[in-house]
């Protein structure tokens, strides 16, 4: 079939309609670009939604008084950025279904219960490994900018600072510093659009760091100095702030300016604590 277009006298092909049309299309181009950039960059930008922060609980049955403890005093936060919580219960030391349902009834904030898939260690590449597939379901779904809060059954919440901080500042990590450089294990912020990296990233160097530094065998290597290795494998935001009470810092503190700067209290040996100090430091700061 010929295309063609006939005016007077002038036959014009559809192929010469269209080099003309090119030709003009490049002549003013730049021109329109530059007219539709600056309609664009006048109109006012979205601003981000700020991202929410989901829980990642390791407990077991021994250990279900304290965590409701832990649980009370985070509903006390009354936390607008609160996500769900999710509760990974040791496979070997699980809740019966009467706790199950007591910690169901109890709170309102959404709450989750899943068993791991081994039992729950101290340490070792197992519980990094059990950490890591956590972390990848509970990241399904979730925006880039939520933050992943992991946390222990042993944590009493006295503010909700750190976790207004984390979500305004957004980086990539952030948990309470150590002497050594890492994020201390009892609670960290991990970004989902980080955790996508470091679920994926190799273990070897991690688990080799992490058990070295401590002088342990790789069966014994601490999993919070693994998941800071991932962290900086695949970041350089990662940020170490203070923001956890040890128990040199709470002997004889009161309510008030003694615990103001303070986020969370970690019951563990390592700090001067022990799990049972929790209660009388519940009734200490909290009963009225």
Same mark, same amino acid.
Request: with cysteine; aromatic share 10%.
């Given at each position: 079939m +010929?295309?063609?277009?006939?005016? $007077?006298?002038?036959?014009?092909? =559809?192929?010469?309609?269209?080099?003309?049309? !090119?030709?003009?299309?490049?002549?003013?181009?730049?021109?329109?670009? *530059? #007219?539709?950039?600056? #309609?664009?960059?006048?109109?006012?930008?979205?601003?981000?939604?700020p991202g929410k922060v989901y829980f990642f609980y390791c407990t077991c049955g021994r250990d279900f008084k304290y965590l409701v403890l832990s649980l009370k005093?985070?509903? &006390?936060?009354?936390?607008?950025?609160?996500?769900? *919580?999710? &509760?990974?219960? +040791?496979?070997? %030391?699980?809740?019966?279904? =009467?706790? !199950?349902? /007591?910690?169901? %009834?109890?709170?309102?904030?959404?709450?989750?219960?899943?068993?791991? #898939?081994?039992?729950?260690?101290? $340490? $070792? *590449? #197992?519980?990094l490994l059990l950490e890591l597939a956590a972390f990848e379901e509970?990241? !399904? $779904? &979730?925006?880039?900018?939520?933050?992943?809060?992991?946390? @222990?059954? +042993?944590? &009493?919440?006295?503010? +909700?600072?750190?976790?207004?901080? =984390?979500?305004? /500042?957004?980086?990539?990590a952030m948990g309470q510093r150590t002497s050594e450089g890492f994020m201390e294990g009892g609670s960290y912020f991990l970004k989902s659009s980080l955790v996508r990296k470091i679920v994926r990233s190799p273990i070897r160097k991690a688990i080799h760091y992490s058990s070295t530094s401590? @002088? *342990?065998?790789?069966?014994? =290597?601490?999993e919070d100095r693994a998941i800071s290795s991932l962290v900086k494998q695949n970041t350089s935001d990662m940020v170490l702030s203070e923001y956890r009470l040890s128990g040199y810092a709470l002997r004889g503190a009161k309510k008030g300016k003694d615990i103001e700067p303070y986020s969370v209290i970690h019951f563990s040996p390592f700090y001067n604590f022990k799990k049972e100090q929790m209660f009388v430091v519940w009734d200490h700061l909290f009963s009225e």
């Open positions: +010929d295309h063609t277009h006939k005016k $007077g006298n002038a036959v014009i092909s =559809a192929r010469q309609c269209i080099a003309v049309l !090119t030709a003009y299309f490049l002549m003013v181009g730049h021109d329109m670009s *530059v #007219r539709f950039k600056k #309609r664009t960059e006048s109109l006012p930008s979205a601003k981000a939604t005093s985070l509903e &006390l936060l009354q936390l607008d950025c609160l996500g769900k *919580v999710y &509760l990974y219960i +040791d496979k070997k %030391d699980p809740f019966t279904s =009467a706790q !199950t349902k /007591e910690l169901k %009834d109890s709170f309102t904030f959404l709450l989750e219960t899943r068993i791991t #898939r081994w039992p729950l260690a101290w $340490g $070792g *590449v #197992r519980l509970i990241n !399904t $779904g &979730l925006s880039p900018e939520d933050l992943i809060f992991k946390t @222990d059954s +042993d944590v &009493l919440f006295i503010s +909700d600072k750190i976790f207004k901080k =984390a979500v305004s /500042e957004n980086h990539d401590w @002088d *342990v065998p790789i069966t014994m =290597a601490p």
